[in-house]
């Protein structure tokens, strides 16, 4: 019989990383995929903490790929192959059935956040075809004993250890290892293996998803043209056009393919009369002119998928001698782009419990297990909170874009506090506010208050109502806001601005001169991820 250390269930990015950074560290590691590489995935767009995780990882285990590939310019320097978008922000449009967007000037519909500073600096969509193989193929370089077209059918958790079962082109196998981890995905291997309860009924958000990958979309700057200048090019962003049904998501890559599908509300799939994927393209296209003036002419790369229900959620992620990776624990939705960022901070807490462990009994013990899985149980109802709040807000613009302001609120305080505050635990620390004494509270209370207004049945409520949540959504965040959010002489246009950001100094914890000292650590240079090398595996590591 076979044996290793740690077997890895799952060659998507998360367990390829996983893996790598676990055989860095001197364990002896099998990857297992039941397919092969290349090959599809969705969860395309990155963001600035997503980043931030590429580089810290990239620097504490002599990953250069990926401090290169944490930003659009490096990685379009270094691997021109690897296929990528750019994403300089998040735009977001309100449309409404049978109408054309509405070009009223700085008084659209229409909300652009920037989320660098640049495009050379920017954030990046992943071509996940690409971006899995190439993380694969890096593992397998690192010494990942990688088997794909492997089909486990059994594993048994003992206080000795693991014993796994499987075939492998028809062939069957088995192998010994001390530890378990799924990166597979939703209904995963250990999700059915170990029976572990669905914890679903117990969270908030529901959606339908209707999806394929495009060529030849049009340019909002030709749908509608005129539109005021804003911080970025609205196309080169996550690109989101909300609507009654739910919203749609639309990602552009670099070689002119985009990425695009719809999330569907309860409600709103309720106005629908079918459930064929092309049918129910089609019909959501002749409700909303502008996006058919933007899709009417795509060419679709694959037949249309459609998905029910693409919530899901699990009772427990960690165990003895097991630990499963967030998408294979929770998935809530595509809105704010939480996916990689979620997966790549677990992908730095469990190199961080293994690097211990390795000092002493070569696995993490049961009270790092615990605390990895509170915390990914906190962390997948914080998202939920938030994102059933937007879709409860998605009844008026001006509701949605005061929710939309926690979110942005919660990733820039900590991105911004992660660059220039040196901090060893940092990767533990709550995402999306979690465990904040200021954010932590806000989505549940947002969305208490959003469900008074809408009366969960999409009621606009009235302008007071309105007005009196995005004035609490603006004081509530106001202890976190470094980046001038909730502002109404903004006009919904959001950039990168640094002279807020000094303005806010207080905020930080810091003078004026102590953050303008800190600032060559922002948006990825050198100096930031330097910051953060600490540990036995760190060395003085200056990509090149």
Request: charged content about 20%.
């Amino acid at each position: 019989m076979d044996s290793c250390e740690i077997a890895i269930v799952g060659s998507g990015f998360a367990g390829s990383l996983l893996a790598r950074v676990l055989r860095v560290l001197g364990y002896d590691v099998a990857l297992f995929e039941r397919g092969a590489h290349p090959r599809f995935a969705i969860g395309e767009s990155s963001t600035p903490l997503a980043n931030l995780s590429l580089e810290r990882l990239g620097f504490r285990y002599g990953l250069p790929d990926c401090h290169h590939m944490a930003t659009h310019g490096r990685w379009l320097a270094r691997y021109p192959e690897v296929r990528r978008g750019l994403k300089r922000g998040f735009t977001f449009y309100r449309h409404h059935p049978g109408e054309s967007f509405a070009n009223r000037g700085l008084q659209s519909e229409r909300l652009l956040v920037a989320a660098s500073p640049s495009d050379d600096l920017s954030d990046t969509h992943w071509l996940r075809a690409d971006v899995d193989h190439h993380f694969v193929r890096e593992a397998v370089a690192s010494g990942v004993d990688y088997r794909d077209h492997a089909d486990l059918t059994n594993v048994d958790v003992g206080f000795d250890g693991i014993r796994l079962r499987g075939e492998r082109n028809g062939i069957p196998f088995s192998l010994r290892a001390n530890f378990i981890v799924d990166a597979s995905g939703p209904g995963g291997f250990l999700a059915s293996q170990l029976a572990i309860p669905s914890g679903l009924g117990k969270t908030e958000t529901r959606a339908a998803l209707l999806f394929s990958h495009f060529d030849d979309v049009g340019l909002i700057a030709d749908a509608v043209p005129g539109l005021p200048r804003g911080p970025y090019v609205d196309d080169w962003a996550a690109v989101h056009h909300v609507i009654d049904e739910g919203w749609m998501y639309s990602l552009r890559f670099d070689h002119g393919t985009t990425s695009a599908g719809f999330l569907l509300s309860p409600r709103g799939m309720g106005t629908l009369e079918t459930r064929d994927g092309e049918t129910l393209w089609r019909a959501l296209l002749a409700r909303y002119p502008t996006i058919a003036a933007l899709f009417g002419d795509a060419r679709a790369l694959m037949p249309m998928a459609f998905r029910p229900l693409i919530q899901h959620r699990l009772t427990r992620a960690a165990g003895a001698r097991w630990a499963l990776m967030p998408h294979a624990f929770a998935f809530v939705d595509p809105l704010f782009s939480t996916g990689i960022a979620w997966s790549l901070r677990a992908v730095e807490r469990l190199g961080g419990l293994f690097e211990v462990a390795k000092r002493s009994a070569g696995m993490p013990d049961a009270t790092a297990l615990a605390r990895y899985e509170s915390l990914l149980a906190a962390e997948a109802d914080q998202i939920d909170r938030l994102v059933a709040g937007a879709y409860e807000s998605m009844a008026h613009f001006e509701l949605f874009t005061a929710q939309a302001m926690l979110y942005f609120a919660a990733v820039s305080y900590a991105e911004v506090s992660q660059r220039i505050i040196r901090d060893d635990a940092v990767a533990w620390k709550g995402f999306l506010g979690v465990g904040d004494t200021v954010l932590d509270a806000l989505p549940s209370e947002s969305l208490r208050r959003l469900r008074a207004i809408t009366r969960g049945e999409a009621d606009t409520g009235s302008v007071d109502a309105r007005r009196e949540f995005s004035e609490w959504i603006a004081q509530a965040i106001s202890p976190r806001n470094v980046a001038g959010l909730a502002d109404g002489e903004r006009n919904n246009l959001y950039p990168a601005d640094f002279d807020i950001l000094l303005a806010q100094h207080a905020l930080l914890g810091l003078t004026r001169d102590e953050l303008v000292a800190a600032l060559p650590g922002l948006r990825g240079t050198s100096g930031a991820a330097q910051g953060v090398m600490h540990g036995e595996n760190s060395s003085c590591l200056a990509f090149p």
